[in-house]
Nanobody, 124 residues
């Protein structure tokens, strides 16, 4: 089993940056697909970014060019670097891990493990 813990959220002004971290504990990590999702109040959880073990990356259109997902397998940690933040980025951000590896996609059902979330608030 894998436990994921997010950190790095906070309050930032529009145009600013934050770096989220997700530390994993448990078994196996390097072969997992790792992703970030977010959920704003009154909305469904939505996909943000995913990184597969082979190095492939994919982003939601809303964050493409601003966010970067990366992973440090030696530290069992996945990151989300968020630049040029906008108020509409305000949400609780969750990291997720999929044992399915390359079969994981942007759907919530692809992921086996979830963190508790970290709040990101972007002010105007």
């Amino acid at each position: 089993q894998v436990q994921l813990v997010e950190s790095g959220g906070g309050l930032v002004q529009a145009g600013g940056s934050l770096r989220l971290s997700c530390a994993a504990s448990g078994r196996t990590f390097s072969t997992y697909a790792l992703a970030w999702f977010r959920q704003a109040p009154g909305t469904e959880r939505e996909f943000v970014a995913v990184g597969w073990s082979a190095g492939n990356l994919y982003y939601a259109d809303s964050v493409k060019g601003r966010f970067t997902i990366s992973r440090d397998n030696a530290k069992n940690t996945v990151y989300l670097q968020m630049n040029t933040l906008k108020p509409e980025d305000t949400a609780v951000y969750y990291c997720a891990a999929s044992k399915a590896g390359w079969r994981a996609d942007t759907r919530i059902g692809s992921y086996d493990y979830w963190g508790q979330g970290t709040q990101v608030t972007v002010s105007s």
